[in-house]
């Protein structure tokens, strides 16, 4: 049973255009929403969070927006460079629960 | 400052073996935490620590699996009678706490090759 979905497994974008990645999640206990960035190799780093309370966090070229009642969130990235191409988790966490709960990634690949 | 640091960074096993993997989190983080990441699928929850203690032990998924941090330091994580499913990368992260929201710092993780 998948709480964190990631429906996309690529997604290729021009160089200088927006990424937009999607995330839909089907439990609403979620308290956080994170967002990893992952080269092959290395271990995942954070990018960007928002809470439940909010709709909208900005930092950078990158922003996430959650839409509560559809259960779902995006990350935003623009415009894109190279050094954006890498695989995007998104991960739920639930209030007092430390556990990060994981979509299956999306790959993302920005063309020159 | 070092990040968090994992090894070996491969392990070739034997089904039947005992393998024991390696996390040194980045110093002074209380927290630590261990997923395990198979092929084409997110990170899944193992284990966390707070301080020596494991807080949450409900993603170890059989007691084949048991980690220690017996100084709230270092922290091994113990596979025994390994099985060809147990293939797979081991990640380990620390977080300065245990806080809702905290980052959780990533190592480069540990290959694990069930043979």
């Known amino acids: 049973d998948q709480q964190v979905k990631q429906n996309s497994p690529s997604l290729s974008v021009q160089e200088g255009r927006i990424s937009i990645l999607n995330c839909d999640y089907t439990?609403?206990?979620?308290?956080?929403f994170l967002w990893y960035k992952k080269y092959p190799a290395e271990g995942p780093t954070f990018l960007i969070s928002?809470?439940?309370i909010k709709d909208k966090n900005e930092d950078g070229r990158f922003t996430v927006f959650l839409n509560k009642s559809a259960k779902h969130l995006s990350l935003h990235i623009v415009p894109s460079q190279p050094g954006d191409s890498a695989v995007y988790f998104c991960?739920?966490?639930?209030?007092?629960?430390?556990?990060?709960?994981w979509g299956a990634g999306t790959k993302l690949i920005i063309k020159p | 400052g070092a990040g968090v640091s994992q090894t070996p960074s491969n392990k070739v096993t034997e089904k039947g073996k005992y393998v024991e993997l390696r996390c040194d989190p980045i110093?002074?983080?209380?927290?630590l935490y261990w997923y395990r990441q198979s092929l084409g699928q997110g990170p899944e929850f193992l284990i966390y620590?707070?301080?020596?203690?494991?807080?949450?032990d409900s993603g170890l998924p059989n007691d084949r699996f048991f980690a220690v941090r017996p100084e709230g330091s270092v922290s091994t994580l113990k596979i025994q009678r390994t099985e060809r499913g147990d293939s797979a990368v081991y990640l380990c992260?620390?977080?300065?706490?245990?806080?809702?929201?905290?980052?959780?710092?990533f190592g480069p993780g540990t290959r694990l090759t069930v043979l």
């Open positions: 620590f707070q301080g020596t203690g494991a807080a949450d």
């Open positions: 991960a739920g966490l639930m209030d007092s629960n430390y556990q990060l709960i």
């Open positions: 439990n609403s206990m979620f308290d956080y």
């Open positions: 928002i809470s439940s």
């Open positions: 110093s002074g983080h209380t927290a």
């Open positions: 992260a620390s977080s300065p706490q245990l806080a809702e929201g905290d980052e959780q710092f």
